[in-house]
């Protein structure tokens, strides 16, 4: 997030069938707060 100038990086992860989708952004004293959406199960 430092080399391109970006505030915000958008991603996801998952442990097995679960998922979470994760958003950072950079605040202006170089500290980051992150928020983590609810876990989704892919069953079938």
Known sequence: MENNKVNQMKGAYNIGRIWA????????????????????KLVK
Do not use: A, P, Q, V
């Not at 950079?26 to 959406?37: C, D, I, Q, T, V």
């Open 21 to 40: 989708f994760i958003i950072m952004d950079k605040y202006e004293n170089r500290k980051y707060k992150y928020h983590e959406s609810e876990f989704f």
